[in-house]
């Protein structure tokens, strides 16, 4: 690891002016469980490090119905906090990230902002419709999950900005959500595949309301199958339309072949955790009729 300097700002603007000042020679720190690794292997080498840890506020989780999510909570946090059972599926995500020790490390706002193709904690996100409060020294402004990410390692975030928390809003009755996994061993791995669906049930029970299929380690970064999503709004949810909805999130996905798994083995488990997902979801979904 090279050397580099360290800082420790106790205010959003001070951190972002440092982030500004430095430019591509900065990196913002905040649980490090990425970015440590990274500049150990050499694949980032900042020679300023500007730790979040000293300001005020960013690890805090407030709920109303809704939830606010600090940047800063940690992911063991996050799995302990949430008490809604639409929220299963984020808890879920938060549960079978890495190891407990990277759990108690990990931060929201890091697993969002590394960008990773297969961010555990985006795919339910993305399906609670989670939006971004950003900050830099002069502005805010917030975002939508969907579309932040723009490619591995990169971000909509402008020069200087962070990201505050995350804004969760309260989920629809008669709503359930799951999250699957699958990677070679049970802890320290990133996923082959793994896929978050929220259901919405309408009073009856049978019909699907509205939908949600997020997925990860599929495609540059983790998306919402939108097309599949919309195979299951307004149906009945039944084999027919789970194994369609399934299909078509194959078809939308661009899996690659790597040291973890074969594009086609990928396309395989897509089809099968999508149609569980669904299934549980919308499982849960009707018991919170």
């Known amino acids: 690891m090279n050397p580099f300097e360290y800082h420790e700002p106790a205010t959003l603007e001070a951190a972002s002016e440092l982030l500004v000042h430095y430019g591509r020679d900065a990196a913002a720190l905040a649980g490090g469980t990425a970015l440590l690794v990274d500049m150990r292997h050499?694949?980032?080498?900042?020679?300023?490090?500007?730790?979040?840890?000293?300001?005020?506020?960013?690890?805090?989780?407030?709920?109303?119905?809704s939830y606010q999510i600090g940047a800063l909570l940690t992911?063991?946090?996050?799995g302990d906090s949430l008490g809604a059972p639409a929220l299963e599926g984020l808890r879920e995500a938060a549960r079978s990230l890495g190891s407990l020790q990277i759990q108690n490390l990990?931060?929201?706002?890091?697993?969002?902002?590394?960008?990773?193709?297969?961010?555990?904690?985006?795919?339910?996100?993305?399906?609670?419709?989670?939006?971004?409060?950003?900050?830099?020294?002069?502005?805010?402004r917030e975002t939508p999950l969907d579309g932040f990410l723009t490619g591995p390692d990169q971000t909509a975030l402008a020069p200087g900005e962070l990201l505050v928390s995350i804004h969760v809003p309260q989920p629809p009755p008669r709503t359930g959500t799951a999250f699957l996994k699958i990677m070679r061993r049970q802890a320290l791995d990133c996923s082959i595949v793994s896929v978050c669906a929220r259901i919405t049930m309408d009073s009856d029970g049978?019909?699907?309301?509205?939908?949600?299929?997020?997925?990860?380690?599929?495609?540059?970064?983790?998306?919402?199958?939108?097309?599949?999503?919309?195979?299951?709004?307004?149906?009945?949810?039944?084999?027919?339309?789970?194994?369609?909805?399934?299909?078509?999130?194959?078809?939308?996905?661009?899996?690659?072949?790597?040291?973890?798994?074969?594009?086609?083995?990928?396309?395989?488990?897509?089809?099968?955790?999508?149609?569980?997902?669904i299934r549980l979801a919308a499982e849960r979904a009707r018991k919170e009729a």
């Open 106 to 140: 990990a931060t929201v706002g890091g697993n969002i902002c590394k960008a990773s193709p297969g961010a555990d904690l985006v795919p339910p996100l993305l399906c609670l419709d989670a939006r971004l409060a950003l900050q830099s020294a002069g502005a805010q």
């Open 42 to 65: 050499a694949e980032l080498q900042p020679r300023h490090v500007v730790s979040l840890w000293k300001i005020p506020g960013l690890g805090a989780l407030q709920s109303n119905g």
């Open 206 to 277: 049978i019909t699907c309301r509205e939908a949600r299929i997020g997925l990860a380690a599929v495609a540059p970064n983790p998306f919402r199958a939108k097309t599949a999503e919309a195979v299951l709004a307004g149906s009945r949810i039944n084999d027919a339309a789970i194994r369609e909805a399934a299909h078509v999130a194959r078809s939308e996905s661009r899996p690659i072949t790597d040291v973890r798994a074969s594009a086609q083995y990928r396309g395989l488990l897509i089809r099968e955790l999508v149609e569980r997902a």
């Open 75 to 78: 992911v063991t946090e996050l």
